[in-house]
């Protein structure tokens, strides 16, 4: 049972499927689908009911939640705050890194340079990926470096997929677990077609 603003009445949703769609991922192939179209399933006042909006209105719906779990749990495309207690970074400084990286119109990060807390809020898969992102940024580095990249010819999520092969394969070859164990990771931001390069400076050099 849903509830919507009247003029949300005349968007329409189109799910096209080769086979049957599990009841269970109804919930969460419905929230994928409204975010393409700019909008949210979230959970209404009254129990039981569920509320569609436009994402631009998640701040002000988004519950706080860690956004591990809620991925876990199929939740990726509920919206979520989450709060980063900083080590070593000013947040001010990691809040203008990670603004590229926020669902368009959707996301929305806030510093408190004082208490050294980073709070975002964003779609669960997207706050997972930059959980990620600042647990690189975080670490006490003197020669840490951070790149933005810029793509022109060619897709910035192909490129970081070849790009952590790669990493991957020499971190093997020295023995980590994994790249960022070899000092550099990749991100990409598919809405900018970015890159962002973080680790070593002569790594990621």
Do not use: C
């Not at 080590?87 to 603004?99: A, M, R």
Request: proline share 3%; no cysteine; aromatic share 4%.
């Amino acid at each position: 049972r849903s509830l919507y603003d009247e003029k949300l009445a005349n968007k329409k949703i189109t799910v096209r499927a080769t086979g049957e769609i599990p009841v269970s991922s109804l919930v969460s192939l419905l929230q994928s689908a409204l975010r393409i179209k700019g909008l949210a399933l979230v959970d209404a006042d009254t129990p039981g009911w569920k509320r569609i909006v436009e994402i631009s209105k998640l701040p002000e719906i988004a519950v706080s939640e860690d956004a591990a779990a809620a991925v876990e749990g199929s939740r990726g495309a509920t919206a979520i705050t989450q709060a980063f207690v900083l080590k070593h970074i000013d947040p001010t400084q990691l809040d203008t890194s990670i603004k590229p990286f926020l669902t368009a119109q959707a996301g929305n990060s806030l510093s408190l340079k004082e208490q050294r807390v980073l709070i975002v809020t964003d779609y669960a898969s997207n706050v997972l990926r930059l959980s990620r992102l600042i647990e690189m940024i975080d670490r006490p580095r003197p020669t840490a470096k951070t790149e933005m990249v810029k793509l022109r010819f060619t897709d910035a999520a192909s490129v970081a997929d070849q790009l952590t092969s790669l990493l991957e394969a020499r971190a093997k070859s020295e023995g980590v677990k994994d790249a960022q164990a070899a000092g550099v990771a990749v991100f990409k931001n598919a809405r900018t077609n970015q890159l962002i390069i973080v680790g070593e400076a002569e790594r990621v050099r």
